[in-house]
């Protein structure tokens, strides 16, 4: 085994890969593809740890108590995923702190939804629906994942998501049955957040280079495009018993392909929010930054006891 | 940084009672109650669980995976035992 070279490693790495066998965290694999598994992971991590701001902005204003203690237990779920997230990048030997010290300097990107602002009610009914959905289509693909760990943390957390985006369809139906400035309100979120929910799919098949080596590595098993459509063509006929408009003009069923025709995608908008220059980038790492900040006393006191009770023990 | 670092923690599930616990993935905790407390709340908030085992990841000790053809190899090698491989003749019951 050891003097096997580089070469042999590799083609016995892709044929496991083919054979649809699972990459364990001890297995020998091409740098390349920890490489890849970390960054992605951990930048999927951020993603749902970053994603409870926009909703934990409401929890306080929930419309009843319903609805507040439904919008806890989903942003209590998102932190429970970035957490089974940060502990399979570790199993890649990745060091958890540095990846969310990357975070914190820009050096690491999150789904570039979470920079946009959630002003009303109805954005949390949208964000649920959206923003979940699309995460869903996503995930659900990675619960065959090449690599062990992080396609189980993907099937428990699949199990999860699916309340996140019911809650939230749920809500817009309350809202959308409601007075006139309700469903206005809906309309409006609808409006705001149909064309990032997009864009969470990241850039069209041909502007995304990585993803060649990611599908024959298995990592991913469909293309860009390939979930985006599938997310449209499921989310089209939900809009409409919700009585809510798309804001697409080009946005209708093509018979021939069996799929919904949309427009062209604006990709200036997506590399200016992916770059740092989205509604709340900077507000959203402050806060990133400010709650390792100001808890790193309880960190240090957890530890310190520790430390003192293991003294007693052993005194 | 790392030495402020919280211990990596193991943790294993029992999802009910007579079924053996299970590795669910791990965590990082400064001592084994508030592990427990972590991985109750990380792992088992829709009732996966009625018991947890947390084990410091340090104390893990694991087969090679590159080994694992030879490591492994007494028990491949053996077929006879596993009950097809023998034969009895037609008509013996209960066997
Ligand atoms: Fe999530
Ligand atoms: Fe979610």
């Known amino acids: ?315 | 940084m790392s030495n402020k670092e919280w211990p990596l923690w193991e943790v294993f599930i029992r999802s009910k009672q007579g079924l053996n616990h299970k590795h669910v993935g791990s965590l990082r905790a400064a001592d084994a109650t508030l592990a427990l407390e972590n991985a109750r709340d990380v792992y088992t908030r829709r009732s996966e669980g009625i018991s947890i085992w947390v084990v410091e990841s340090n104390y893990i000790h694991a087969s090679d995976p590159s080994d694992a053809d030879s490591f492994f190899e007494p028990s491949d090698t053996k077929v006879y035992r596993h009950p097809t491989f023998y034969e009895v003749p037609d008509g013996v019951k209960h066997m």
């Not at chain 1, 007075?179 to 409006?188: C, G, I, L, R, W």
Request: hydrophobic residues 35%; glycine residues 6%.
């Open chain 1, 1 to 315: 085994m050891k003097t096997m070279d580089l070469q042999e490693l590799e083609k016995r790495f892709q044929e496991k890969i083919d054979k649809e066998i699972k990459i364990e965290p001890n297995d020998w694999m091409p740098d390349e593809y920890r490489k890849t598994l970390i960054r992605q992971i951990s930048q999927h991590a951020h993603s749902e740890i970053v994603g409870m701001l926009p909703e934990g902005n409401w929890i306080t204003r929930a419309p009843n108590l319903r609805r507040k203690a439904v919008l806890l237990a989903k942003v209590q779920d998102e932190a429970g995923h970035g957490l089974y997230l940060y502990s399979s990048v570790e199993t890649l030997g990745a060091d958890r702190e540095a990846t969310i010290d990357d975070l914190h300097s820009g050096k690491a990107k999150y789904s570039s939804i979470f920079n946009y602002p959630a002003v009303t009610w109805a954005d949390i009914g949208t964000i649920g629906w959206l923003v979940d959905g699309a995460a869903i289509m996503n995930q659900v693909a990675l619960c065959r994942c090449s690599y062990g760990p992080y396609a189980r943390g993907m099937v428990k957390i699949c199990k999860e998501e699916s309340f996140h985006q019911r809650q939230g369809y749920e809500s817009l139906v309350t809202l959308c049955n409601g007075t006139p400035e309700q469903k206005a309100m809906a309309q409006d979120a609808m409006n705001r957040f149909w064309w990032p929910a997009l864009m969470m799919f990241g850039p069209s098949d041909d502007e995304s280079p990585n993803s060649a080596q990611s599908m024959k590595w298995k990592i991913k098993r469909f293309s860009n495009d390939e979930l985006r459509q599938s997310f449209v063509d499921a989310t089209v006929p939900q809009a409409e018993i919700l009585g809510l408009t798309i804001p697409d003009p080009n946005l209708k069923w093509n018979e021939a392909t069996g799929h919904y025709d949309f427009s062209p995608i604006n990709w200036d908008e997506f590399w200016q929010v992916v770059n740092g220059n989205g509604p709340c980038n900077k507000e959203r790492i402050e806060a990133r930054k400010k709650a390792k900040e100001n808890g790193m006393w309880v960190r240090e006191a957890a530890t310190a006891y520790a430390a003192k009770r293991s003294m007693k023990k052993t005194a």
